[in-house]
């Protein structure tokens, strides 16, 4: 099992499935917030869901209503269990503290590169790390 120190942002325990994407990411426009769907067709997960996943991406871009595309997230009941980016922006943070959702940054590694889609990782804001169970 392989560890990843972290930097808390929203605080929880979470254990679930992986989705990464290798390219920062828009939330407002680029993410449906009724159904979870990735809608952004240069992103390599086109079509992916978020929900119940831990969402694993290198930094986002975009509007500031992205945070509120995050909340809506969870209003609409398809959230990520979690968000592990290599960079949080303030855009993210804002939508993570809204919607509750668990949110970890300034890793020791690039987590783009160690996460693939489909591992089972733990994250643990108590330690501050992120356990890689290979699928």
Request: hydrophobic share 45%; net charge negative; glycine share 8%.
């Amino acid at each position: 099992m392989k560890t990843i120190k972290i930097r808390t942002i929203v605080e929880g325990t979470v254990e679930g499935i992986a989705l990464v994407s290798p390219i920062p990411i828009s939330f407002f426009g680029g993410v449906d917030a009724e159904t979870g769907i990735i809608t952004d067709s240069e992103n390599p997960l086109f079509g992916e869901s978020l929900t119940d996943k831990i969402f694993v991406f290198p930094e986002s871009k975009g509007s500031t209503v992205g945070s509120y595309v995050i909340y809506g997230l969870s209003v609409n009941n398809v959230a990520p269990l979690a968000l592990i980016a290599n960079k949080a922006e303030t855009i993210v943070i804002a939508g993570a503290i809204l919607a509750n959702i668990p949110f970890v940054d300034k890793t020791d590694q690039d987590v783009t590169i160690s996460i693939k889609t489909g591992d089972k990782l733990v994250i643990d804001t108590t330690q501050n790390i992120i356990k890689i169970k290979k699928e």
